[in-house]
């Protein structure tokens, strides 16, 4: 149960400077997503995993996946669980989920509907994420209240099922928690996210916040916006950017079903279907390029998973899909979006706004002809690599796109750089 975990690099390592490595936990925040999705889920999930396979590869730290348990109240304790990496590999679920994990998923689904106290909804997250170790095939190392790693590094959701009072009291014990923002749209724009997210995050950033010894950002703009909510952190406040080698395609663990690509050239738009993603502009643009000779038959597809306030586009994208020659693929795989990056003719993202904008660099990455919009950030972009438009602009964005069609596809090849990529973030936080 307490045996020493053994990573990449650590077969050879000699005890003494074993013993020098500072102990790094980098937190997995829905264990049952993990399982469900494997090893490379996506959003933020994706990039734990990215920065627990870059932290194997440094010899000066012993990176780990951990989960948090215990209770919501001071009282009831708070645990760090120590578990396998492989337990998060794929591989070792290739049969799929196993059925108590899918009835935990069904169950989920259910209570997150069901109005609660945000105190007893939370209490259920935390019996769900007990639940999640217990069946979920996951390989425990260690446990209990002596697992105190040097660092912590919490690049997940820290504002979900009172996970900030925990790691608010782990801090105010002497860990040292290091966080990543992403964004701070649910108090700057409350608007694109449900009240019960916004209520969480506030008051989880505003926990952790004047505790965490660093704040990790993904763009100046965010870092600029953190800064003037809470100025006492400025001073612990870092911007790191993944290189375009963290963006590009990787081998796929496992293949999913075979996608016919749409007949004629495609433009594609990868991204939940919310209005920050401002699929509005999107489809007047589109309307204005199908009356463009220039793009006879040229189709949309539209990938990605339909989210909160999302009825009326989603209702429109269904009724105008034949007529205006609209794919919509709303479950989209990671093998799927990699064989319609491989086809289109460009891509499209046209958001109010981002924190960092993961598709736009996905696109790049690839060497794709990227149409963004001009409130996406773009630092460590490469110029020349993308087009911008006023996200109001929609005959901006059908000029772009016209203009993509009528080129036919192109790729540039893009100078990605070595490692995963990720190195940048990782060391922000831990150096």
Same mark, same amino acid.
């Given at each position: 149960?307490?045996?020493?975990?053994?990573?990449?690099g650590?077969?050879?390592?000699?005890?003494?400077?074993?013993?020098?490595?500072?102990?790094?936990?980098?937190?997995?925040?829905?264990?049952?997503?993990?399982?469900?999705?494997?090893?490379?889920?996506?959003?933020?999930?994706?990039?734990?995993?990215?920065?627990?396979?870059?932290?194997?590869?440094?010899?000066?730290?012993?990176?780990?996946?951990?989960?948090?348990?215990?209770?919501?109240?001071?009282?009831?304790?708070?645990?760090?669980?120590?578990?396998?990496?492989?337990?998060?590999?794929?591989?070792?679920?290739?049969?799929?989920?196993?059925?108590?994990?899918?009835?935990?998923?069904?169950?989920?689904?259910?209570?997150?509907?069901?109005?609660?106290?945000?105190?007893?909804?939370?209490?259920?997250?935390?019996?769900?994420?007990?639940?999640?170790?217990?069946?979920?095939?996951?390989?425990?190392?260690?446990?209990?209240?002596?697992?105190?790693?040097?660092?912590?590094?919490?690049p997940?959701?820290?504002?979900?099922?009172?996970?900030?009072?925990?790691?608010?009291?782990?801090?105010?014990?002497?860990v040292?928690?290091?966080?990543?923002?992403?964004?701070?749209?649910?108090?700057?724009?409350?608007?694109?996210?449900?009240p019960?997210?916004?209520?969480?995050?506030?008051?989880?950033?505003?926990?952790?916040?004047?505790?965490?010894?660093?704040?990790?950002?993904?763009?100046?703009?965010?870092?600029?916006?953190?800064?003037?909510?809470?100025?006492?952190?400025?001073?612990?406040?870092?911007?790191?950017?993944?290189?375009?080698?963290a963006?590009a395609?990787?081998?796929? $663990? @496992?293949?999913?079903? /075979?996608? #016919?690509?749409? !007949? =004629? &050239?495609?433009?594609l738009?990868?991204?939940?279907?919310?209005p920050?993603?401002?699929?509005?502009?999107?489809?007047?643009?589109?309307?204005?390029?199908?009356?463009?000779?220039?793009?006879a038959?040229?189709?949309?597809?539209?990938?990605?998973?339909q989210?909160?306030r999302?009825?009326?586009?989603?209702?429109?994208?269904?009724?105008?899909?034949?007529?205006?020659?609209?794919?919509?693929?709303?479950?989209?795989?990671?093998?799927?979006?990699?064989?319609?990056?491989?086809?289109?003719?460009?891509?499209?993202?046209?958001?109010?706004?981002?924190?960092?904008?993961?598709?736009?660099?996905?696109?790049?990455?690839?060497?794709?002809?990227?149409?963004?919009?001009?409130?996406?950030?773009?630092d460590?972009?490469?110029?020349?690599?993308?087009?911008?438009?006023?996200?109001?602009?929609?005959?901006? $964005? @059908?000029?772009?796109? /016209?203009? #993509?069609?009528? !080129? =036919? &596809?192109?790729?540039?090849?893009?100078?990605?750089g070595?490692?995963?990529?990720?190195?940048?973030v990782?060391?922000?936080?831990?150096?």
């Amino acid at each position: 149960m307490n045996q020493q975990l053994v990573t990449p690099g650590d077969e050879a390592m000699p005890a003494q400077e074993e013993s020098r490595r500072r102990s790094v936990a980098i937190l997995v925040d829905d264990l049952v997503t993990w399982l469900v999705a494997g090893h490379q889920p996506s959003g933020i999930q994706r990039v734990v995993s990215e920065l627990l396979d870059t932290a194997y590869a440094r010899l000066d730290i012993r990176g780990w996946p951990a989960v948090l348990t215990g209770g919501l109240r001071a009282d009831e304790g708070t645990r760090l669980v120590e578990i396998t990496p492989d337990s998060l590999h794929w591989e070792v679920h290739r049969g799929g989920p196993r059925r108590e994990l899918r009835a935990l998923t069904r169950a989920r689904r259910v209570i997150v509907r069901l109005p609660m106290p945000r105190s007893a909804r939370w209490r259920a997250k935390a019996v769900y994420a007990r639940f999640a170790l217990s069946f979920g095939q996951v390989r425990v190392l260690s446990t209990g209240a002596s697992l105190r790693p040097d660092l912590l590094l919490v690049p997940g959701a820290f504002w979900s099922s009172g996970s900030s009072g925990r790691l608010q009291r782990l801090a105010e014990q002497g860990v040292a928690v290091r966080l990543i923002v992403y964004d701070l749209f649910p108090v700057r724009n409350p608007e694109w996210v449900g009240p019960q997210m916004r209520r969480d995050f506030e008051d989880g950033l505003d926990a952790l916040a004047p505790v965490c010894d660093r704040i990790v950002t993904l763009s100046q703009e965010v870092a600029d916006q953190v800064a003037e909510r809470y100025p006492g952190s400025a001073a612990h406040i870092r911007v790191a950017i993944p290189t375009l080698r963290a963006h590009a395609p990787k081998p796929s $663990l @496992a293949r999913d079903e /075979v996608l #016919a690509p749409p !007949a =004629g &050239p495609f433009i594609l738009a990868v991204s939940t279907v919310d209005p920050r993603k401002n699929h509005r502009v999107i489809l007047d643009a589109w309307r204005l390029v199908r009356q463009e000779p220039r793009a006879a038959g040229a189709r949309l597809v539209i990938a990605g998973r339909q989210g909160w306030r999302a009825d009326d586009i989603e209702a429109e994208i269904a009724r105008e899909a034949e007529r205006l020659g609209i794919v919509r693929l709303d479950n989209a795989t990671d093998h799927v979006v990699e064989a319609l990056y491989r086809d289109c003719v460009a891509t499209v993202l046209a958001s109010w706004a981002e924190g960092f904008g993961l598709p736009a660099r996905e696109s790049i990455a690839r060497g794709i002809p990227t149409l963004m919009s001009s409130t996406i950030p773009r630092d460590g972009l490469p110029a020349g690599t993308y087009s911008t438009f006023d996200p109001a602009d929609a005959h901006a $964005l @059908a000029e772009l796109i /016209v203009e #993509a069609i009528a !080129a =036919g &596809p192109v790729r540039t090849p893009i100078a990605l750089g070595e490692g995963t990529g990720w190195e940048p973030v990782l060391s922000a936080l831990v150096d």
